[in-house]
């Protein structure tokens, strides 16, 4: 059977694999380099029957995604490092209300206005503590546009799953280059739809009320149902509550459960990690050199492996430490100045033996780059 292939963008592979996952509302503002996002969303999702509104900025969209997702739309919206800052209290709101909705945030340079057309992975850990108070979140990324199209439908998936907002947390060289794209037959990848409250209109509905499996029924909003939305703590209504055993119940709930599933939440790739003496993590566009040093080297003799994450938030600490357990030295591979080292380091065993590769000038990692650094291991001794 003939193949639907494609010669893509990633910011176009975001758009195509929304679609795919059922995206019938996006709102959004323009900024570099997430804009061909908004674009292209423009006109292809009237043509589907969805609704495109471009904001006055980036926190008039995030609030509008909001909106319209608690009346029964998958919703997205795209923006880059200061449009990322801008969004975050409002983010809050979606934690704490449980509200699912997708943030493509494509990287680059900061703070600040910073590098505008420039690659950074700067924003990692502005997607896991951006926003103020205790929290989970879940942020996935990828490398390829085919891992693109697949993690930004397990991005909805996800959002839809467990209420939550879900960050795609992609960069500059991802979203900009261009490369083959198989797309995925309807039905090829698993959808989750909402989930709808079997209560009828009329009777007494509790909109925050989970069931065994853990998941909470909606409501569309302005449907048959009347029932109350706040950022604040609230009760299983809905409605504000100071009581402590509230306040304590709802944060455990709003982080237990992303952080008790990690494991499902793990996505993540590993090359040649059988024998691997010295193993490289990395994620996002940097991933790309550092699976060229791997495969480049290891016919030369060198016991390299490459661990590639894809899920950055909740962070897949029992992954790392399994794959790394047996491993000399990890060397960290990302364009920012270790914002992932951290939480690989308290992943491991050993904290001395993992290192860091990185660039944080506006240019892309090189294998060169990665290479000077296991040179700099080895004549260590370490």
Known sequence: MKKDVKFLQGNETVVEAAL????????????????????LLSSRLPQVGGKFIQMEDEIASMCAIIGASLTG??????????????????????????????????QRGGPST??????????????????????????????NHQDVFRITVEAFNIAETYRTPVVLLLDEV???????????????????ERLRTSVPGGVDYHPYLPREDGRLPMSDFGGVHRYNVTGLF?????????????????????????ENH??????FKEYYLEDAECILISYGSAARSARHVVENRRPRGEKLGLLELQT???????????????????????MNMGQMLQAVKMAVGNP???????????????????????????????
């Open 234 to 258: 609230h009760d299983m209504w809905g409605f504000p509550s100071t009581n402590p055993q509230v306040v304590h119940g709802l944060l455990r709930h709003l982080v237990d459960k992303i």
């Open 174 to 192: 991802v979203g900009h280059m261009r490369e083959r794209l198989i797309m995925p037959k309807k039905g090829e990848l698993a959808l989750v």
């Open 352 to 382: 001395d033996k993992v290192f860091l590769a990185n660039r944080i000038d506006g240019e892309f990692i090189t294998d060169a780059d990665i290479r000077s650094v296991l040179r700099l291991i080895q004549g260590r001794g370490v």
């Open 73 to 106: 739309h998958k919703v997205m919206t795209a923006t880059s490092g200061p449009g990322f800052s801008l969004m975050q209290e409002a983010l809050g709101y979606a934690i704490m209300a449980e509200i699912p909705c997708v943030i493509v945030d494509v």
């Open 262 to 267: 990690v494991n499902q939440l793990a996505h």
């Open 114 to 143: 910073g590098l505008p057309t420039h690659v950074s992975q700067g924003d990692v850990n502005q997607a896991r503590w951006g926003t103020h108070g205790d929290h989970a979140i879940v942020a996935l990324t990828a490398s």
């Open 312 to 334: 950055l938030w909740p962070f897949p600490e029992h992954v790392v430490r399994e794959k790394c357990s047996n491993a000399k030295h990890v060397v960290v591979v990302e």
């Open 20 to 39: 795919y996952a059922g995206l019938n509302f996006f709102a959004g503002y323009p900024i570099t380099p997430s804009t061909e996002i908004a674009e």
